[in-house]
Protein backbone atom coordinates (compact mmCIF):
# COMPACT_ATOMS: atom_id res chain seq x y z
CA UNK A 1 0.00 0.00 0.00
CA UNK A 2 1.43 3.59 -1.28
CA UNK A 3 0.90 6.12 1.83
CA UNK A 4 2.27 9.49 2.14
CA UNK A 5 3.17 10.45 5.83
CA UNK A 6 4.29 13.72 6.11
CA UNK A 7 4.96 14.44 2.85
CA UNK A 8 6.65 11.75 2.24
CA UNK A 9 5.63 8.79 0.07
CA UNK A 10 6.28 5.48 1.61
CA UNK A 11 5.58 1.53 0.26
CA UNK A 12 4.02 -0.05 3.38
CA UNK A 13 2.65 -3.61 3.88
CA UNK A 14 -0.97 -3.72 3.81
CA UNK A 15 -2.73 -1.63 6.65
CA UNK A 16 -6.04 -1.59 7.34
CA UNK A 17 -6.57 1.14 9.86
CA UNK A 18 -5.06 4.14 11.47
CA UNK A 19 -4.02 1.81 14.39
CA UNK A 20 -2.59 -0.26 12.85
CA UNK A 21 -0.43 2.34 11.17
CA UNK A 22 0.86 4.03 14.57
CA UNK A 23 1.31 0.59 15.85
CA UNK A 24 3.84 -0.21 12.77
CA UNK A 25 5.98 2.94 13.74
CA UNK A 26 6.10 2.23 17.37
CA UNK A 27 3.53 5.25 17.95
CA UNK A 28 0.75 4.23 19.42
CA UNK A 29 1.51 5.25 23.14
CA UNK A 30 2.66 8.60 22.65
CA UNK A 31 0.28 11.97 22.60
CA UNK A 32 -0.45 12.78 18.86
CA UNK A 33 -2.40 14.63 16.19
CA UNK A 34 -3.13 12.70 13.12
CA UNK A 35 -4.65 14.16 9.97
CA UNK A 36 -5.79 11.97 6.92
CA UNK A 37 -6.78 13.93 4.07
CA UNK A 38 -7.21 17.10 5.49
CA UNK A 39 -9.33 16.01 8.22
CA UNK A 40 -7.98 15.24 12.22
CA UNK A 41 -8.95 11.48 13.42
CA UNK A 42 -10.28 11.72 17.08
CA UNK A 43 -8.33 8.73 18.92
CA UNK A 44 -11.05 7.23 19.91
CA UNK A 45 -11.67 6.49 16.19
CA UNK A 46 -8.14 5.22 15.19
CA UNK A 47 -9.33 1.53 15.40
CA UNK A 48 -12.24 2.23 13.08
CA UNK A 49 -10.71 4.61 10.61
CA UNK A 50 -9.46 3.10 7.11
CA UNK A 51 -6.76 3.43 5.30
CA UNK A 52 -6.63 3.04 1.57
CA UNK A 53 -4.28 3.49 -1.29
CA UNK A 54 -3.08 6.94 -1.80
CA UNK A 55 -4.59 8.26 1.20
CA UNK A 56 -2.25 11.43 2.55
CA UNK A 57 -1.21 11.65 6.64
CA UNK A 58 0.34 13.75 8.77
CA UNK A 59 1.39 12.73 12.51
CA UNK A 60 2.36 15.03 14.76
CA UNK A 61 3.59 14.06 18.07
CA UNK A 62 4.91 16.06 21.04
CA UNK A 63 7.99 15.71 22.97
CA UNK A 64 8.85 16.82 26.23
CA UNK A 65 11.83 19.22 27.52
CA UNK A 66 13.56 22.35 28.27
Same mark, same amino acid.
Given at each position: ?19 ? *????? @? !? $????? =? ?16 ? *????? @? !? $????? =????
Amino acid at each position: MQLIINGEERELESLSTVAE *LLTLF @K !L $EQKIL =VVELNRDIVERNEYNTTP *LHEGD @K !L $EIVHF =VGGG
